[in-house]
């Protein structure tokens, strides 16, 4: 098993949420900057939050289908240290990318499955893959059971993880990470704090929140 495995919070839109995902110890924050996302962040509420981190939390700049200059400049201006890249992207487009900071670069089941392009992303430097569900932020979890036999080593997980589930997720495929949005959530985009430290608590203990 992963001997320490990186835990984010994904969908963070304030300073309070920021500052409480990082004091229940979580390793990265995730402020998603996708027009189409209810839990859009503008630049100035993600830099604050940001900045109300300190620099061993990992801020992670998410966008779907941007252009090249819109997210090296959102993530400059937002004070992101990695970005995290949904979307049918190119090879040499997440490659760019790389250049300038750490990316999670996010692929569905399918593409797993004999898509020798979207799998070129697993030889660039600087560029780590994390397997999703087909709609991200959705809340519906993977079947981990079925990608046993086809999930990467090193690879992050994320789709539909809370707290009562991360540690059966962990136990099945043993990520590198795990990544978590709508089920720590009170409302889109509003961060349940209790939620957020048992999430948290689960990844690293390998104990579910009911102690299963």
């Not at 569905?108 to 392009?117: H, K, V």
């Not at 780590?128 to 709609?135: H, K, S, V, Y």
Request: net charge negative; hydrophobic share 50%; aromatic share 4%.
């Amino acid at each position: 098993m992963t001997a320490h495995i990186r835990v984010k919070v994904c969908g963070t839109t304030s300073v309070t949420d920021a500052v409480q995902a990082a004091e229940a110890g979580a390793d990265a924050l995730g402020f998603i900057f996708a027009p189409i996302s209810k839990r859009l962040v503008t630049v100035e509420a993600a830099r604050a939050a940001s900045l109300s981190v300190g620099p061993v939390v990992a801020r992670v700049g998410v966008f779907l289908n941007q252009g090249l200059d819109e997210v090296l400049r959102t993530a400059e201006r937002a004070r992101m240290s990695a970005v995290q890249l949904h979307g049918d992207l190119s090879s040499l487009y997440v490659s760019e990318v790389a250049r300038y900071h750490p990316v999670l670069r996010v692929l569905r089941p399918a593409d797993l499955r004999g898509n020798a392009d979207a799998l070129e992303v697993l030889d660039l430097p600087g560029v780590t893959l994390m397997l999703d569900a087909p709609e991200p932020g959705g809340g519906v979890p993977l079947d981990w059971e079925a990608l046993r036999s086809v999930f990467p080593a090193g690879a992050w997980l994320a789709g539909g993880l809370g707290p009562q589930n991360v540690a059966a997720a962990i136990q099945a495929l043993n990520p590198a990470g795990v990544d978590a949005v709508s089920r720590l959530e009170s409302s889109a985009g509003v961060k349940n704090h209790e939620l957020v430290r048992s999430f948290v608590l689960a990844a690293r203990s390998g104990l579910s929140a009911d102690g299963a």
